[in-house]
């Protein structure tokens, strides 16, 4: 195998006489980064079956998905200094066992509480797993080659996460909601025997006293605060903001994430997050735009399968062939979005995407118990969805514009990370507004018919709340300064080694 590694940057062990074939590296590294980003959407159309098997109370089925998103965000970039510290293979292997395993576990979940832990240690697994993929590659392919190996690596995740709606209505039509757990363990089997035959060891050479740390002490803290604060919001369907119940947990949360702020500042030789990049007015604008625009985007998803087979009467399988239109959307604007930004630079495009989002869920709050889905769903699930492809590839070149190219991989972690937490905590909110309102709605009509209208209140109004989310990120997308197409064409083809592991 070759790789773009100089000498005094990293070394790649191989076995002498061995020569892999590129296309099987290409395959272990693909294979894995689908399962990760899969399980992100392959729950949403389960849902419905999870929460009845389960007994999950309304406002904690949200947890199914955010325990995932959570913990994947807060070790994500943990996992990426690992990768770099302690080798792909050991690192990719260490992940791939974790979440195969994790997956077993949640399949053969019990209770809400067993499948929560479950996808919480899910989560973990993919975190490590997911930035050793990219390691894989960028140590294995230099020049035009890594161009092309980045560009299938892409693409496959992009259809690990349209393929997962559509395969988790199969599987839990046909099969069982168990096996959007379950399908991943012969994936990781078949991928976990592949490793260990033909995958190298390749890990940075440097003296121990210049290696990088691991801050985990840093992924515990932001990870358990943030799960603390999400904790609060949930809790508030039962426990007013102002009860000493709410109030204790937020306090909590506050103490975690002050203790993050400080390890990050002065005590973390590695910091997770390094606070010196948000000197950058444009690191700063487009992390707080994409955390706005996660946690609009994810609340999509989530209400939209619920409102389809609960109020709509859809089963799962017809569920998951509804997002078909959607899904091929976001690949469409991603596709323009990334030759309207040579041309337009990235603000058109951020001030374009959010106004479009916002405009969109302006749209579904108008959903009604007896909508239907040609008139009322698809056309604005499209319009979202094309907002979605049109905005990661400016939030992405925002993200790492002015950023040194030793950290442009750095910079894109943490931008990946704000819209998984974005996610995290929206979800959470927005899930606690609907069911604050369908309770409330529930009490001024009795029957079924007033069921299905009070979940579609509740659902309309958090597709309402997400619209102000849109709107909040177009006004958030004036803090990116304006970056026009020349500074764009004059960004590095390809980063560092260190920074593309770290990314």
């Given amino acids: 195998m070759t790789g773009p590694l100089s000498n005094d940057a990293a070394a790649v062990s191989t076995p002498k006489g061995r020569q892999v074939p590129d296309w099987i590296v290409l395959a272990i590294a693909c294979v894995a980064q689908f399962m990760v980003v899969l399980d992100v959407s392959i729950v949403n159309v389960a849902l419905p079956s999870i929460g009845r098997d389960l007994k999950y109370s309304p406002t904690g089925l949200q947890w199914v998905v955010n325990a995932y998103v959570l913990t994947f965000a807060g070790f994500l970039l943990l996992g990426g200094r690992a990768a770099d510290l302690f080798g792909r293979r050991r690192v990719y292997l260490f992940g791939l066992g974790l979440f195969t395993v994790a997956s077993l576990v949640g399949g053969l979940a019990q209770n809400s509480a067993w499948l929560t832990t479950a996808r919480a240690v899910q989560g973990i697994g993919g975190a490590f797993l997911s930035p050793a993929t990219l390691t894989i590659i960028v140590t294995t392919f230099s020049g035009a080659r890594m161009a092309k190996a980045l560009g299938i690596w892409s693409a496959v995740a992009g259809a690990g996460g349209a393929a997962g709606s559509i395969l988790g209505g199969v599987l839990t039509a046909e099969v069982s909601w168990r096996w959007v ?26 003296r121990d006293e210049d290696a990088p740390k691991l801050d985990i002490a840093g992924a515990i803290t932001v ?32 103490v975690l994430l002050a203790i993050f702020t400080y390890i990050q500042l002065n005590a973390a030789s590695t910091p ?45 399988l017809k569920a998951g062939l509804a997002f078909v239109p959607m899904a091929t959307t976001i690949i469409i604007g991603a596709q323009v979005s990334s030759r309207l930004l040579t041309r337009f630079g990235v603000r058109p495009l951020l001030l374009a995407g959010t106004v479009l989002a916002c405009g969109g869920f302006t749209w579904l709050s108008h959903i009604q118990s007896h909508s239907a889905y040609w008139s009322h769903v698809l056309g604005p699930g499209c319009a979202i969805s094309l907002a979605l492809g049109l905005l990661f590839t400016p939030l992405a070149s925002a993200g790492t514009s002015g950023v040194h190219f030793t950290e442009a991989g750095l910079a894109s972690g943490v931008l990946n990370t704000s819209r998984q937490m974005g996610g995290s905590v929206g979800l959470a909110a927005l899930a606690t507004i609907a069911i604050d309102r369908t309770h409330s709605a529930l009490h001024a009509g009795h029957g079924a018919a007033s069921t299905a209208e009070a979940l579609t209140s509740g659902y309309a109004r958090a597709f309402g709340v997400a619209a102000f989310l849109g709107l909040a990120a177009f006004l958030a997308s004036f803090i990116v300064p304006s970056i026009g197409p020349k500074r764009e064409s004059e960004a590095p083809a390809q980063p560092s080694f260190e920074a593309a592991v770290e990314g």
Avoid: C
């Fill in 272 to 316: 997770l997050v390094p606070f010196r990049l948000f000197r950058s007015r444009s690191v700063t604008g487009s992390n707080i735009v994409m955390f706005l625009v996660g946690a609009a985007f994810f609340s999509m998803w989530y209400f939209m399968s619920l409102y389809l087979q609960n109020v709509l009467g859809y089963g799962a």
């Fill in 223 to 254: 990870t358990a605060g943030l799960g603390a604060l999400i904790y609060a919001i949930v809790g508030t369907d039962t426990h007013a903001w102002g009860s000493t119940y709410t109030l204790s947990i937020l306090a909590v949360a506050a």
């Fill in 181 to 206: 757990l379950f399908v991943n363990i012969p994936i990781g089997a078949a991928a976990t025997v592949a490793a260990v035959v033909f995958l190298t060891e390749s890990k940075r050479r440097q």
